[in-house]
């Protein structure tokens, strides 16, 4: 898309959405007024975004915490560890949940989570620890706050279920939507749980210079390509 309508376009869209969530909110105002739908729907929301922050942002932070790891070290860690703490939290949190109401198991596990992140913003080898410990108690959160976000909605109940999915969204607009890293010389170990994506450019690799003018120079190549066509085309129809 030509960069000069991107960001016209992109506010369009922004009005249309924002219209749209206006409608659907005043046409369904029977739902939208039981708080804790309201409440799961913006809930599930951050959670996720959360989530994504730490599953996305992983590998930089252990790299950053333990320069004696590797890039594919970590990313194995992610998978063998972080994951599987992962699955076995969900099944652990079901038998918790068993026994005990959803809403205090899931409040008992997000503040868990809380100070957990508190401690992996320190940075440093126990951040790494209480980051891993954090996959364990993140794992009932999106089961939990759907099935509590429905619970009682009746014949709303199916466009209510709809609407907690399309929350999940927040996967797409948290990590972006984080403040900075902490200056250059301090790991960036603030941008765990909800990370920066200005970090990325203070991170980048070796010759990514040399990329960026590659592809600017393989772009320049696509439009001078268009534009010869269209001459052509323009000589065609004049014969």
Excluded at 2 to 14: D, H, I, M
Excluded at 106 to 127: D, E, P
Aim: with cysteine; aromatic share 10%; charged share 15%.
């Amino acid at each position: 898309m030509n960069e000069a309508l991107f960001q016209p376009v992109k506010y369009g869209l922004l009005i249309v959405a924002y219209v749209a969530a206006f409608l659907v909110v005043s046409r369904n105002w029977d739902l939208f007024r039981r708080k804790h739908f309201t409440l799961g729907v913006a809930t599930q929301f951050l959670y996720v975004a959360a989530q994504t922050g730490i599953f996305s942002f992983f590998v930089n932070y252990v790299l950053e915490n333990d320069p004696g790891v590797t890039r594919l070290q970590a990313s194995r860690w992610l998978g063998a560890v972080g994951f599987v703490l992962f699955m076995v939290g969900r099944m652990c949190g079901s038998a918790v949940i068993s026994q005990f109401k959803p809403e205090r198991v899931l409040t008992s596990y997000s503040l868990m989570n809380v100070v957990l992140v508190a401690i992996t913003m320190g940075g440093g080898k126990t951040g790494m620890y209480a980051m891993f410990a954090s996959f364990f108690f993140m794992s009932v959160g999106f089961p939990t706050i759907f099935a509590l976000g429905i619970r009682g909605l009746g014949e709303h109940t199916k466009f209510g279920s709809s609407l907690i999915v399309m929350s999940m969204g927040g996967r797409a607009r948290g990590p972006g939507a984080a403040p900075g890293c902490p200056p250059a010389g301090n790991p960036p170990a603030g941008c765990v749980h909800i990370p920066p994506a200005p970090a990325l450019a203070a991170h980048d690799p070796p010759g990514a210079g040399a990329h960026a003018e590659a592809a600017q120079d393989a772009r320049r190549q696509l439009d001078h390509s268009k534009t010869r066509r269209r001459r052509l085309r323009g000589l065609e129809s004049s014969d």
